[in-house]
């Protein structure tokens, strides 16, 4: 990515844009402004709408930036067990390969081994989507209360600018 947007309210980078939710957002989007949502704080603020080469309109419209890796993990839910690759992760959930049959809005305890000779991260996650790319969780609680993720993603996003984008 980029260029980073940086909070106004915890000054950390790595902000995304959102979609629109109030009648203000929909018309500060005529003055070229747009919403944001700090992927760490979760405040959201208006800032400059930058038009971004390389930058998807997809991946405008997530609430999370997504971290591409290669870590193993274990899940179970009800009478499925299951191991697989976690392709990328974010701080809403993760996209995972795995041989195991699950369905859409099947709840899981991922085990996710963010690094040898540590004990697995564990969170609650429900199926949101199953395609060829994998199996796409969102987690049911917020990454942010789980500090070791937290800190897994934050040191693998590059994220490092201080000075944030004039915020309207």
Not at 31 to 52: D, E, I, N, T
Not at 132 to 148: H, V
Not at 157 to 163: F, L, V
């Amino acid at each position: 990515m980029g260029v980073q947007v940086v909070c106004p309210q915890c000054q950390l980078d790595g902000a995304v844009r959102v979609s629109a939710q109030s009648p203000r957002e929909f018309l500060a989007s005529l003055l070229w402004l747009a919403p944001f949502q700090c992927q760490q704080c979760s405040h959201r603020f208006l800032a400059r709408r930058m038009s971004l080469p390389g930058v998807s309109p997809l991946t405008e419209r997530r609430e999370y930036m997504r971290i591409p890796v290669r870590l193993c993990l274990s899940f179970s839910g009800g009478r499925v067990r299951g191991e697989g690759t976690v392709l990328d992760l974010s701080l809403g959930g993760c996209v995972i390969q795995s041989g195991a049959h699950v369905r859409v809005d099947d709840i899981f305890y991922l085990e996710i081994i963010l690094a040898k000779d540590e004990p697995p991260v564990e969170a609650a996650a429900i199926v949101r989507s199953v395609s060829a790319r994998g199996i796409a969780f969102k987690f049911l609680r917020k990454a942010q209360e789980n500090k070791r993720l937290m800190a897994f993603i934050q040191s693998r996003s590059g994220s490092n600018s201080s000075i944030p984008l004039k915020v309207a």
